[in-house]
């Protein structure tokens, strides 16, 4: 708890990498694996719990599909920019919500 005696319940969900079943995705499947479906999932699930707040554990996380990083976050933004992308000539994209 808090020095004021508050106490929250929190959700972690932890994500070790930014997955897509890209052969699924593009066949049209529309079952395929992704980390957005997952995590919306389980953000719905701990909603249903009525924690306070969620963590989303990052930590270990090596990477994987760029696609899948924006999406994701739009989880948790209304709109925005998610990610600057840095080419090797130096030019910056922009990838929003």
Do not use: H, M, W
């Not at 919306?40 to 554990?57: P, R, T």
């Amino acid at each position: 708890g808090y020095p004021d005696g508050r106490c929250y319940k929190l959700g972690v969900i932890d994500l070790p990498a930014f997955y897509l079943d890209f052969k699924a995705y593009r066949a049209g499947d529309p079952n395929y694996k992704s980390t957005t479906r997952d995590v919306k999932k389980l953000v719905a699930e701990l909603q249903k719990d009525k924690v306070d707040g969620i963590v989303l554990d990052l930590r270990n996380n090596g990477g994987g599909s760029l696609q899948e990083a924006t999406e994701l976050t739009g989880l948790f933004i209304d709109q925005g920019p998610t990610v600057l992308v840095r080419n090797s000539d130096g030019r910056v994209d922009v990838l929003n919500d």
